[in-house]
């Protein structure tokens, strides 16, 4: 088993409408949840970081964390066709080592 | 600010022949730098853990010979693929971890992507 499992997709959604992305993880050391956005051939880029259960939000973005349930989201909001990439989660313990989720490719169409 | 940049973007060698890649922070000090490989629609699996002044650690199954990282400054990483071979091919990507209360955030170089012919 995987220590974090995300949701294949892909997703293939309108303009306008919301995009829920989840993740599940199986390692309790993990402290800290990252949501990253990565472009086809290019680096992965930091969208959101939680340490605590709960919501987080930033602009059109909301990520939810359930350390209970090992369980972790991202909302996007009035979604744009500049939203179209692939989504990872992340997730790092003490250790300081980011483990990643295989991503979820999400497409959003005009 | 959090820059990392890595070089080159694209690199096509022999079979047989090394490549070295470059990750910098550009206006940051990075004492731990990480290299990740990925490969098509997979996610990026970490090769190792670089430190400034020590030696590189290595994930399990990475071969430390093949992959040679050196972390000779604060702000430069580099990853030398040592005789190449096809199945080597991937996208390389480095990030960079900040020092102190940000420790936990890594930036990511815009990858590099090997074709070993």
């Known amino acids: 088993q995987k220590e974090v499992e995300q949701d294949p997709g892909p997703l293939s959604v309108p303009e306008g409408a919301i995009v829920s992305l989840n993740c599940t993880y199986s390692?309790?050391?993990?402290?800290?949840f990252m949501w990253y956005r990565q472009y086809s051939r290019k680096g992965p880029e930091l969208l959101m970081y939680?340490?605590?259960?709960g919501n987080k939000e930033d602009g059109r973005f909301t990520a939810q964390v359930d350390k209970s349930s090992k369980y972790i989201s991202l909302f996007i909001r009035d979604s744009q066709p500049s939203d179209s990439a692939t989504y990872l989660c992340?997730?790092?313990?003490?250790?300081?080592?980011?483990?990643f989720g295989a991503g979820t490719t999400v497409t959003v169409r005009a | 600010g959090a820059v990392v940049s890595q070089h080159p973007s694209w690199v096509i060698c022999k079979s047989g022949t090394s490549v070295k890649i470059e990750c910098r922070s550009l206006?940051?000090?990075?004492?731990?730098m990480f290299w990740y490989r990925q490969f098509p629609k997979q996610s990026l699996m970490l090769m190792a853990t670089?430190?400034?002044?020590?030696?590189?650690?290595?994930e399990q199954g990475v071969e430390k010979d093949k992959f040679l990282i050196n972390h000779a400054s604060l702000t430069l990483s580099t990853l030398t693929v040592t005789s190449a071979h096809p199945e080597d091919s991937s996208f390389y990507i480095c990030?960079?971890?900040?020092?102190?209360?940000?420790?936990?955030?890594?930036?990511f170089g815009a990858g590099t992507r090997l074709s070993v012919l």
């Open positions: 990030s960079a971890q900040q020092e102190g209360i940000a420790k936990n955030i890594q930036y």
């Open positions: 390692n309790s050391a993990f402290q800290y």
């Open positions: 939680t340490y605590s259960s």
């Open positions: 992340a997730m790092m313990g003490s250790d300081y080592k980011l483990s």
């Open positions: 206006d940051f000090q990075a004492t731990t």
């Open positions: 670089s430190n400034e002044g020590s030696k590189a650690t290595y």
